[in-house]
């Protein structure tokens, strides 16, 4: 079993591929033959997905959809002490969720050939934000 924090750098508002980072943080991957990786963002106003890598305007789709289905300035809001962009952050999160599983084989993350682990930066100044990385398997 391996364990290891990563902080990513302050990224602007949107969905971003942090899939070589996650892998560039993590050389022990290379000793685990089958196995598991989970990727856990420690923040409520950020999250985490697999999805496509390849097209960019598929991460700009899904910051128009998030956008459009949780909207800022909602009236009914009572957590809004931390700006207009931070009680949508934290729902947006909530829905993606705040971990991702990916199977290990041959000492490689075993995505498809187009998927990629997303950062969702909901907030827009989110600042950098701290991951913890843990494998196991044989």
């Known amino acids: 079993m391996f364990q290891q924090p990563l902080q ?3 990224r602007r508002r949107g969905f971003h591929i942090i899939t070589t980072e996650v892998i560039q943080a993590f050389p ?8 598991m990786l989970q990727v856990f963002i420690q923040h409520t106003s950020a999250s ?3 999805n496509e890598n390849a097209d960019p305007t598929v991460r700009k789709d899904f910051e128009m959809f998030f956008n459009k289905t949780v909207r800022e300035n909602d009236p009914a ?10 009680m949508p952050a934290h729902l947006k999160a909530a829905l993606l ?5 990916i199977p290990i084989r041959n000492g ?14 909901h907030r827009n100044y989110g600042g950098p934000r701290q991951l913890l990385l843990t494998a ?3």
Request: proline content about 0%; aromatic content about 8%.
């Open 28 to 35: 022990q991957l290379s000793d685990i033959r089958t196995g």
């Open 108 to 121: 490689r993350l075993a995505l498809g050939t187009w998927q990629g682990i997303y950062l969702c930066e």
């Open 48 to 50: 985490l997905t697999i």
């Open 97 to 101: 969720g705040s971990a991702v599983m």
């Open 8 to 10: 990513l750098s302050q």
């Open 136 to 138: 196991w398997g044989e």
């Open 77 to 86: 809001y009572e957590h809004n002490d931390e700006g207009a962009d931070d």
